[in-house]
């Protein structure tokens, strides 16, 4: 590295300390009631708590590592998301979670670097009004079915009803050709994938990984957690012989009845994230 890049890394880092100085700062003084025009309402303060804790769960639970995300629609305004910097999940705290528009651009200028695929995330808040919330993972047992042709995601399990007829796949060749680096990079991916995703809870990126979707953060952590155990699942039934997969009833029924249960999952797996915390 020149010094002339290592001086810009360096102003950058810098950057980066400002910013999240400046917000602690905005945010300790709404904690302290003195009225600010950018304070924040108790709703938003309340969606950046849940959604740290849901960068959190998603860890601990095996669905991001070092990468990954999940986002919140913004309650106050639909035209806008809460998502972190640009870190790895376990590590986020509240002061790195940042306000994007629909096109991906951070409201706050000059802030530190964003996910290069939150692209991902204001797309699909565009095009899905019922959807307030979004994961987006590289979690390892649903990788498979998005690169073997003929073989489709479906729900075996009552965990996984809310998968209902079949994931779609997303093949990103048809949008950014044959030597893409596969990520969601721009709108016009965004776009196209969030076209693919379609109606429905959850889609596949060949070669990639997956993203599922959700009324609220609780349920997409729930669909998120059970899209990777019902993959595992359905592989090792699999290599059993052939499978029984739910009938269309069935998904309605199950996905009715553990509707009702996700907070049972998300506390404890809250706790458990909790004890074995990385975040500062
Ligand atoms: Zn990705």
């Known amino acids: 590295m020149t010094f002339r890049e290592k001086a810009g890394q360096f102003r950058g880092f810098l950057r980066g300390i400002v910013w999240v100085h400046t917000i602690a700062r905005k945010r300790s003084i709404v904690c302290k009631g003195v009225a600010m025009p950018d304070k924040l309402t108790e709703a938003v303060s309340s969606a950046i708590r849940e959604l740290v ?66 692209f991902i995330h204001g797309e699909i808040y565009r095009k899905r009004p019922d959807v307030n919330a ?30 209902g007829a079949g994931t779609p796949v997303f093949e990103i060749r048809d949008f950014a050709g044959n030597g893409s680096d596969l990520l969601i990079s721009n709108n016009h991916l965004g776009a196209a994938l969030a076209q693919s995703l379609g109606k429905g809870p959850a889609v596949l990126m060949r070669g990639h990984g997956s993203t599922v979707v959700g009324s609220s ?10 899209t ?27 996905t009715n009845t553990i509707g009702t249960q996700i907070d049972r999952a998300w506390f404890l797996w809250l706790k458990a994230a909790q004890k074995r915390s990385m975040a500062g």
């Open 228 to 254: 990777e155990v019902g993959a595992r699942l359905q592989a090792e039934a699999m290599r059993l012989g052939p499978v029984t997969y739910l009938t269309e009833e069935e998904t309605v029924a199950t």
């Open 217 to 226: 953060l609780r349920q997409v952590v729930f669909r998120a957690v059970y």
């Open 134 to 163: 979004v994961v987006h993972s590289h979690s390892p047992s649903v990788v498979p079915f998005g690169v073997v042709a003929g073989t489709k995601l479906r729900p075996m399990f009552h965990m996984c009803g809310f998968l």
């Open 53 to 118: 804790d849901a960068n959190h769960i998603l860890f601990d639970q095996g669905v991001v590592d070092g990468f990954g995300h999940v986002s919140a629609r913004h309650p106050d305004r639909a035209d806008r998301f809460l998502l972190a910097r640009s870190m790895a999940p376990a590590l986020v705290t509240e002061t790195d979670v940042l306000e994007f528009d629909l096109e991906g651009n951070p409201v706050e200028k000059g802030g530190p670097a964003a996910y290069l695929e939150r």
